[in-house]
């Protein structure tokens, strides 16, 4: 089993920046795959950005170009660095660990809300 905690989300204003920080512990394969979607209210959860352990990254078009995903593999990390908000940036946060093949698992964190005022 694998445990993702999410961190750092916060109320900002449009044009500011925020960090968030996911930890993961537990059973964790050294390849594996961490991402960040995203939840809005009423909407159904997006993807937004994915790192893989060799530090091959891919984007949502929506957030190219503002954000930009990293981690630490020694550290069990994941980090999106989050700049020139937008109101629709407003939603949920969540961290996710993708690993293993036949079967792949899927770990989720609990989420961190991030809102961003016009």
């Known amino acids: 089993q694998v445990q993702l905690v999410e961190s750092g989300g916060d109320l900002v204003q449009a044009g500011g920046s925020l960090r968030l920080s996911c930890a993961a512990s537990?059973?964790?394969?050294?390849?594996?795959?961490m991402g960040w979607y995203r939840q809005a209210p009423g909407k159904q959860r997006e993807f937004v950005a994915i790192i893989s352990s060799g530090g091959i990254t891919s984007y949502a078009d929506s957030v190219k170009g503002r954000f930009t995903i990293s981690r630490d593999n020694a550290k069990n990390m994941a980090y999106l660095q989050m700049n020139s908000l937008k109101a629709e940036d407003t939603a949920v946060y969540y961290c996710?660990?993708?690993?293993?093949?036949?079967?792949?698992?899927?770990?989720w964190g609990q989420g961190t809300q991030v809102t961003v005022s016009s």
């Open positions: 537990g059973s964790i394969f050294s390849l594996n795959n």
């Open positions: 996710n660990l993708r690993q293993g093949v036949k079967p792949t698992s899927d770990y």
